[in-house]
């Protein structure tokens, strides 16, 4: 593909864009007087339009049905994970029996990880990245010392070479194959959030199998930026939240796979709740936890319909859209932004995201040996919203569902301007 760093270029890719209509759905913040130039959806995903009527119907339905909405609602409550794990298929590559959204991210890794991290004296390591998001290593580093173990000598993390930035699948497997009798679990981000590393989940998940050990995900930065296919990979959890490309708003649902071959044996190892049994015995209060042979068999509570709603209506959006579509639009946009940061001089940054598409989703991250907080305190003062990470990255996320070739174009022109000014 030819890119060509102009504004007629970018208009004429959004011309010919089949997606394009999407943005219209999105409310941007407004900075400077007009629409911000809002390339942080790897953070938080914008407020769908659809939302507040969604909320409105809830809000509706409590007030005229009371108790009675969890049967009687217009979306009657008792099912109200399925409206959003139903369409979450498409984009996980998964069945809904093996999807639930419950709980937040964090919570879920660790109700994952009380199944499926079960050490013995034999088998109790853990392999991660190295630098994976502190949460995801808290919750790693407090699970092992709940079970008795030294964090240092129970977590094995796989690390760049020096000098790279990027963890080489060779170095991974190695690992994994070295570590083979000791290994209980690997649990890897499916996309690295500093630098945007998307791993090849299959051969890791293959080679997790291989060692006698299960494979987990954390999909934080995957779910609704990569299309993923969680059951045919034999992925055997994974854990994400939706306010990131999913655009379910601050603090929304969380959502779990649990793998068919796993779900659907109820003597798998849990802690549970009563969400977690057969609707139509919920009711019935008996004695006797009795799971659904499904990843609901993972719910503990009552649906928290108000943080699932805006999840639903946005993921409205993604089923009209196509997660394939979406994935081949942010493949030309995020191109396309790569093409322009080449064509910058004068200002110190280096791309250390993948080159290859196919080990990265829409984010590019630029670290910044010097100056890095300073350019990106100018890029906010001229109305672009992206963020900076410690040490040094300013991460840029074009997501495909409301970001175009001219949002790119434009946030192009103003670095262009910082950088001659600099
Ligand atoms: C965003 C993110 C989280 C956040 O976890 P919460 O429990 O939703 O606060 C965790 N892990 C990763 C990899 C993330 O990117």
Redesign the pocket.
């Known amino acids: 593909m030819e890119y060509v760093a102009s504004l007629a270029f970018a208009k004429e890719k959004d011309q010919q864009d089949p997606l394009n209509k999407f943005r219209e759905h999105f409310y941007f913040p407004q900075r400077n007087g007009k629409d911000a130039i809002y390339l942080c959806g790897n953070s938080l995903g914008l407020q769908p339009k659809n939302v507040k009527a969604a909320i409105e119907q809830e809000l509706t339905d409590w007030q005229q049905c009371a108790v009675e909405g969890y049967w009687a609602a217009k979306n009657p409550w008792l099912y109200y994970q399925q409206y959003c794990s139903k369409p979450l298929g498409a984009i996980l590559g998964a069945s809904q029996q093996e999807l639930t959204v419950m709980n937040?991210?964090?919570v879920n890794l660790h109700l994952m990880m009380l199944s499926f991290y079960r050490p013995n004296k034999q088998r109790f390591k853990v392999l991660m990245e190295a630098g994976a998001?502190p949460?995801?290593q808290y919750a790693v580093e407090t699970q092992v010392k709940f079970h008795g173990f030294d964090p240092e000598s129970a977590i094995i993390e796989v690390s760049p070479r020096p000098g790279e930035h990027l963890i080489r699948l060779e170095d991974i497997l190695e690992i994994i194959t070295k570590e083979s009798d000791s290994l209980a679990l690997v649990l890897f981000?499916g996309i690295n959030?500093y630098t945007g590393q998307f791993f090849d989940i299959p051969a890791i998940t293959a080679a997790a199998h291989k060692a006698g050990a299960y494979a987990g995900f954390?999909l934080?930065?995957v779910a609704g930026n990569i299309p993923v296919e969680l059951h045919n990979w034999e992925v055997d959890f994974a854990v994400w939240?939706s306010y990131?490309y999913l655009n379910g708003g601050p603090g929304a649902v969380?959502g779990a796979f649990v793998h068919e071959k796993h779900a659907s044996n109820r003597d798998f190892v849990r802690l549970g709740g009563w969400w977690g049994n057969e609707e139509s015995a919920r009711f019935k209060m008996e004695k006797g936890f009795v799971p659904k042979k499904e990843a609901e068999g993972w719910q503990q509570s009552t649906a928290q319909v108000f943080n699932m709603v805006s999840l639903k209506a946005s993921l409205e959006l993604f089923e009209a859209a196509g997660i394939g579509a979406l994935r081949s639009k942010s493949e030309g946009v995020t191109n396309y932004l790569e093409f322009l940061l080449q064509q910058l001089n004068g200002i110190n940054f280096q791309i250390i995201t993948p080159k290859n598409c196919n080990e990265r989703g829409a984010q590019l991250s630029l670290l910044f040996l010097d100056k890095g907080k300073e350019i990106h305190q100018r890029m906010t003062d001229a109305g672009i919203i992206v963020d900076w990470r410690e040490p040094g990255v300013i991460r840029v996320s074009p997501a495909p569902l409301y970001n175009s070739y001219q949002d790119v174009f434009h946030f192009y022109e103003i670095i262009a301007n910082i950088a001659s000014n600099a």
């Open positions: 937040t991210l964090t998001f949460s995801d981000g959030y954390d934080a930065h939240c990131k969380g």
